[in-house]
């Protein structure tokens, strides 16, 4: 079989790439309906025969559970190729033509009538065509090229490889259980491998999603009698998951759904953007593609009916919910790292005082030092030379008209101020409440009066624009401009 999800008919060939195992063997075309569970490219892009996408895209698509799965063969020539229209497609789709455009079924007028009503149920994308009383009618689907309610949406492609392991399980329980419950369920999983003591479970992630469900994504790391351990693939992995009474044991733990998360090869992206979903115009898929927002990252999927419309949206609501989360984390970080950089400042600020005082403490031990240690000797000439420039700098500080006269006459005005400061400090004056409040309320009318006075000046004066403007032009102005 090829691709699977959105067809309608039913072949016998057993999938040879998956996202989860069917429930039956059909497929058809390039995105053939089959009942099934997951979203594969070998059985699946939907959730069954009328919802498009599965429940497995909400886990994946666009938000990391876009994967790719080999079990017990290798891609063959016919994975993505696109299968011959058999006989059984001729007839429908004649049939389906029958039915919507010349319905021979009554004879008479009322065959227009219904064969508006069938166009009707085609739209719509439910309901059966009958045209023939010697044929079936026609079931009419949302994946008929008819339906009008279909889109195109993007989704992220997976980035993981097979060595990584990641396999993704799908639990109808809320994130608190599985979280408050992670051990046991990691033993769980330990015994439905067989219990193997090289073998160990690891968790790599819980994720919410919609509808009370919890995406739990997990790998098994192998040991080796040498001491060496690997991943196991994630093919092998789901490989196992998916046979029939691991899948029941999977199920008695609460899991919907599982599927390999690996990457496309670009020979699948190609054939997959190739050939367009049934039931999706080749026009709108191009279109579709030309839009792609970023063609290296995202991969144009279908959106079929308003249930699929309504999953994506939970799906995106609860992306939101977990990124504003995100964001709300982040900003208490910021602002702890900005109360702990405010505190880090003063204490650089308080080490630096101290430095200086220990500088100073430092410098004058030397200079006491030095001093008893030079007691006795003579004066050097670098000494001698040192004392005279010293002189020089004392006489320049020591002039009336330098530094030190400045520095007096600062002092003198510092210690005034000071002295005035106190003196005022002691005078106290105190403003009984209601006075303070009538004083505040005549305050505010005047400011209430100075701001409509403002007003009025500010309307004179465009007044007084325009007047100017009117005589410069010598425009005749009209008798409302002044009302």
Request: overall charge neutral; hydrophobic content about 35%.
């Amino acid at each position: 079989g090829a691709f699977g999800g959105f067809g309608t008919t039913t072949t016998t060939a057993a999938p040879a790439f998956s996202f989860s195992a069917p429930t039956n063997t059909g497929t058809s075309g390039l995105f053939g309906a089959t009942q099934n569970k997951g979203f594969g490219f070998g059985t699946s892009f939907g959730t069954g025969t009328a919802t498009g996408l599965s429940s497995g895209l909400g886990t994946g698509l666009g938000f990391g559970g876009f994967g790719t799965q080999q079990q017990q063969s290798t891609l063959g020539s016919s994975l993505f190729s696109q299968p011959a229209q058999t006989p059984a497609q001729s007839n429908q789709l004649i049939n389906t033509a029958s039915a919507l455009s010349a319905p021979t079924l009554l004879g008479d007028e009322r065959d227009a009538i219904l064969a508006k009503w069938n166009q009707l149920q085609a739209f719509w994308g439910t309901g059966k065509g009958y045209f023939n009383n010697n044929i079936a009618p026609v079931e009419f689907t949302q994946e008929n090229p008819f339906c009008r309610f279909k889109a195109v949406g993007y989704s992220l492609k997976p980035n993981n490889k097979d060595e990584d392991g990641f396999v993704v399980l799908v639990f109808n329980r809320k994130e608190t259980d599985i979280r408050s419950q992670q051990q046991q369920l990691v033993e769980s999983l330990h015994k439905i491998l067989g219990g193997n003591q090289t073998l160990t479970v690891n968790v790599e992630g819980v994720k919410t999603m919609p509808d009370d469900q919890t995406e739990v994504i997990i790998y098994v790391v192998e040991r080796s009698p040498n001491g060496t351990s690997r991943r196991v693939p994630a093919s092998t992995l789901y490989a196992h998951f998916e046979q029939a009474n691991i899948k029941s044991s999977l199920q008695q733990l609460g899991v919907s759904l599982s599927m390999a998360r690996t990457e496309l090869s670009p020979a699948q992206v190609k054939q997959l953007l190739q050939n367009p979903p049934a039931g999706v115009d080749p026009i709108i898929w191009e279109q579709a593609k030309v839009d792609n927002p970023d063609p290296d990252k995202l991969i144009p999927v279908p959106m079929v009916g308003f249930k699929e419309l309504l999953r994506r949206l939970k799906v995106q609501d609860q992306m939101t919910k977990q990124h504003q989360t995100r964001l709300d984390i982040i900003s208490e970080d910021i602002s702890e790292l900005q109360k702990n950089q405010t505190t880090t400042m003063a204490k650089i600020a308080q080490y630096k005082r101290k430095l200086m005082a220990l500088s100073h403490r430092t410098l004058q031990v030397l200079i006491k030092q030095e001093s008893q240690r030079k007691s006795g000797y003579a004066i050097q000439a670098d000494e001698e030379q040192l004392r005279v420039q010293l002189d020089t700098i004392q006489c320049e500080l020591n002039a009336p008209t330098q530094f030190k006269g400045r520095l007096n006459e600062l002092m003198s005005q510092i210690r005034m101020q000071n002295h005035f400061g106190a003196v005022r400090a002691e005078e106290r004056y105190y403003i009984d409440a209601d006075l303070l409040r009538e004083i505040k309320q005549h305050l505010k009318q005047q400011q209430e009066g100075l701001s409509h006075l403002i007003s009025i000046i500010k309307d004179d004066l465009e007044d007084i624009k325009l007047i100017e403007h009117g005589l410069n032009e010598s425009i005749p102005i009209r008798g409302g401009v002044f009302s």
